[in-house]
Nanobody
Framework: EVQLQASGGGLVQPGGSLRLSCAAS????????MGWFRQAPGKEREFVGV???????YYADSVKGRFTISRDNAKNTVYLQMNSLKPEGTATYYC?????????????????WGQGTLVTVSS
């Protein structure tokens, strides 16, 4: 059974930082791309970024230069380091397993989803 456990969300002030983690189990973690998405209240889910099996990364323009995705294959964990957070970053953040070693920005390229962790950016 595939399990994705996201954690690390919380309340942070604008300009602050937060690191999310997503612990995975039930599949060969190192063989798959791992993506991060977010969904703000009343809005559609949107792509944040992805790290492919070899470590290459790709980000949405809205977070490029502020967010960094990394992975630790020994721990079956993917991370999302978020710096210079903005109020519009308030959302539930989800990690997802790519269908293949490489994945992009489309939700259809991902097959398993975590339960999400809430990030609130507010003063």
């Amino acid at each position: 059974e595939v399990q994705l456990q996201a954690s690390g969300g919380g309340l942070v002030q604008p300009g602050g930082s937060l690191r999310l983690s997503c612990a995975a189990s039930g599949f060969t973690f190192s063989n798959n791309a791992m993506g991060w998405f977010r969904q703000a209240p009343g809005k559609e889910r949107e792509f944040v970024g992805v790290i492919n099996w070899g470590g290459s990364t790709y980000y949405a323009d809205s977070v490029k230069g502020r967010f960094t995705i990394s992975r630790d294959n020994a721990k079956n964990t993917v991370y999302l380091q978020m710096n210079s957070l903005k109020p519009e970053g308030t959302a539930t953040y989800y990690c997802a397993v790519g269908l293949r070693p490489h994945a992009g920005r489309e939700a259809l390229e991902y097959r398993y989803w975590g339960q999400g962790t809430l990030v609130t950016v507010s003063s």
